[in-house]
């Protein structure tokens, strides 16, 4: 193992694989760890064309994917003998080690890595990305089960012809339509995540066989089991989201991502106790809200990570007129009443938010109106300071939803007090 290579000094082998090794190194220049995939020579002189594909796909995602659910691609270069790419590194190893049973992981943090997987890939989507190499290996852990999606090497980009000549893939994994090379959509990247949400809540794959040939037409021609089939503490609830992932036709998959990533936040929430608020729960609720309509994905998972979310019963005052307070509140759930001295002043529904003049002065300050639950509710409560460590984007999104939020209130006020009595 060489020292250096490149400008990145080399401190230990992380993995391999057929065509190349991944390392952790350290970039001086930024002070630094990364991962650094090496490609080299199998035979012969110079790089395969297949490695130096791989590095030109990933060369031309360098800066482009921007998610905080899919590793980030920092560098790469490719000469006669060698090629390598650096990206960010992701701590926590890959899905692979839990995909046998013994040591399968909790069927909660299964769902919301599929959750965040789902968001990920329809960015990609959206940015004319196929995967095309979806599977256990190429899903790193963060932390908990925050995920990020790697390995961008094989993806078919619309704007680059020659990565959609490259037939890649992994052959238990791949869409039927890879198999027969036909267009790739949303929908094929969809299957191959359904083959590994099916292993990693049953322990094995859905389409088996004793060798490669087998293995693509039982993929081309035969129906899985339902999960539940297989693991009986499996709510049931799993196998029509799962199974409509590996159908055979593109069409008769979920249309979208969206549709997927809810179906897979209701099945969530049913698994979870009544104090935990799954992510996907957050992240949905957030979504929902018109207010933040102008924030990007990326820019919502600030908000899901930087605030408190709590359960809290009916009939309970979140804040009180008269008493100090800096934080600024989402309703993610229920329902609450503002009253001022014991009169009605208004209702706040899912995606309201309230607490936010102290937000908008900058300052603590003493609340001018009470908010009390009338239903149960989940509210996420964001402190002066966690407001203040957000990125400026996400700063400067928010506070123009703000400024909307206030200039329809004021409007709403002026109606009711020159209306005719």
Sequence with gaps: MHDRIGKYQIKRELGKGGSSVVYLAFDEFYNCDVALKVYRSESGPTLSDYARNKIVSEAALAGKLTHPHIVTILDAMADDQQGYVAMEYVPGGNLQPHTVPGRLLPIDDVIQMAFKCCGALDYAYREGVVHRDIKPANILVASGTDIKVADFGAAFVRSMETTHRMRVGTPAYIAPEQILDRPLTHQSDMFSLGVLLYELLVGRRPFQGPNTGEVLDNVLFRDPA???????????????????????????????????????AKVGRLGFSDQRVPDSAKFTSLRSASLLQELTDAELWELVRSANWKRIPASSTVIREGEPGDSLYFLAEGEAKVTLQGKLLNVLRIGDCFGEMAYVRGETSNRQATVQTSA??????????????????????????????????????????????
């Design 226 to 264: 339902a999960p539940s089939g297989l693991r009986q503490d499996l709510p049931k609830a799993l196998d029509p989201l799962v199974l409509r992932m590996l159908e055979k036709s593109a069409e008769d998959r979920y249309p979208d991502w969206a549709e997927l990533a809810l179906d897979l």
């Design 376 to 421: 149960d509710s989940i509210v996420a409560e964001l402190s002066r300071a966690s407001l203040d460590a957000l990125s400026p984007g996400c700063q400067l999104h928010l506070a123009r939803a703000l400024l909307r939020t206030l200039a329809d209130r004021l409007a709403f006020a002026n109606a009711r007090v020159t209306a005719p009595r």
